[in-house]
C-alpha cells in the first residue's frame, strides 16, 4: 500500500512534467508546441528504426564474441 500511494503522485506529475519540457523547448527554440511535438515523433521514429537496424550488430553479446576472438588471435 506503501509504495501505491508513492507512484500515484509521481504518474500524477510525469504529464505534467513533459509539457513543461515540451513548452519550454518551444520557447527556446521560437516555435509552436504543436511543431515541437510532432517533430519530436519523428525523429523517435527515424532512431527507433535506426537502433532497430544496427542494434543487431551492436549486440552485448555478439561483441563480446568478437572481442574474445580478437584477443586471442
Do not use: D, Y
Not at 16 to 42: D, I, N, Q, Y
Request: aromatic fraction near 8%; charged fraction near 20%.
Amino acid at each position: 500500500m506503501l509504495m501505491l500511494s508513492l507512484i500515484r503522485p509521481l504518474a500524477a506529475v510525469v504529464p505534467w512534467t513533459l509539457k513543461l519540457g515540451t513548452w519550454a523547448l518551444a520557447r527556446s527554440l521560437c516555435m509552436p508546441e504543436p511543431v515541437v511535438h510532432e517533430t519530436s515523433v519523428f525523429v523517435f521514429a527515424h532512431v527507433q528504426t535506426f537502433e532497430n537496424k544496427v542494434g543487431k550488430s551492436l549486440c552485448p553479446r555478439r561483441l563480446l564474441r568478437r572481442l574474445r576472438a580478437w584477443l586471442h588471435s
